[in-house]
């Protein structure tokens, strides 16, 4: 095999990359050979016997199969979390899920007048006390102290 070393030094100062991205088609090797000057470089470079390869790359496909596990809901399991119970959702946070609906229920009843205000009021305050669990919670109590019938609910 020939020594072609200095025509790859050469393509690659006129390729502007590295002697390790040159390219040579392996069947006109002694063309390439015989090409002494840079000006015979550039025309074996126009006649696509000498090219700049691609530069090599990080594969994303790892980290777009993780992303797209993650918005599953995957990959929260122990070994996953970093911080403690409250910093990943903080109490309060968990507290305004919980009345907000709640309130909001206690509200749509007063408004439809299925509950009267003094009603409103006593459950409201129980509902900050954190005695329902949900909203569920809220409407089964409200039907066991017959504040509201059955097919009342919803």
Known sequence: MTDLRNQRRM?????????NRVWMDHDRV???AKAVTKDDIRV???GK???????????????KYVESQKKKGRRRGHGSRKGAK???????????????????????LRDENKIDRSVYRKYY?????????SRHHLKTHLIADGVLKKEEEG
């Open 49 to 63: 016997a000498i090219k700049k390869m691609q530069t090599k790359g990080i594969s994303s496909a790892r980290k």
């Open 30 to 32: 002694d063309e390439i």
């Open 86 to 108: 409250y910093a990943r959702l903080p109490r309060k946070e968990r507290w305004m899920k919980l009345i907000r609906p709640i309130r909001a229920d206690l509200k749509t």
């Open 11 to 19: 393509a690659a100062l006129l390729l502007k990359c590295g002697v």
């Open 125 to 133: 305050r129980k509902a900050k006390g954190g005695e329902f669990r």
């Open 44 to 46: 074996l470079i126009n």
